[in-house]
């Protein structure tokens, strides 16, 4: 059984940085297209950034270009997600996300088949 697990969400002010860090296991990384999405209270999810299996492609939504890095290393399983510059509108619970890596890369939270089960990012002003 394929499991995803996010760990690295908190309280941080605004300017400041976090790393989320996504670690799959009972399958092979390198197998799965990632994403990361977000979900604020009274807000549908919404497409944060991804990455292709083998980390040839990558999406950011405009409201995080510039300020989020998406990342990952196959070898330890793990994705990460560097948010920098952290605004109060990007407090939300994030989750990361995988398709398999034959399916055409998406931003679409429901071309994911596996899910984690999402770290708060709360961003004080």
């Known amino acids: 059984q394929v499991h995803l697990a996010e760990s690295g969400g908190g309280l941080v002010q605004a300017g400041g940085s976090l790393r989320l860090t996504c670690v799959a296991s009972?399958?092979?990384?390198?197998?799965?297209?990632m994403g990361w999405f977000r979900q604020a209270p009274g807000k549908e999810r919404e497409f944060v950034a991804a990455?292709?299996?083998?980390?040839?492609?990558?999406d950011y939504a405009d409201s995080v270009k510039g300020r989020y890095t998406i990342s990952r290393d196959n070898a330890k399983n793990t994705v990460y997600l560097q948010m920098n510059s952290l605004k109060p509108a990007d407090t939300a619970v994030y989750s990361c996300?995988?398709?398999?890596?034959?399916?055409?890369?998406?931003?679409?939270?429901?071309?994911?088949?596996?899910w984690g089960q999402g770290t708060q990012v709360t961003v004080s002003s």
């Open positions: 996300a995988g398709s398999d890596y034959d399916r055409a890369y998406s931003i679409r939270w429901n071309d994911y088949a596996l």
């Open positions: 990455n292709n299996w083998i980390g040839t492609w990558t």
């Open positions: 009972g399958r092979a990384l390198s197998t799965l297209n």
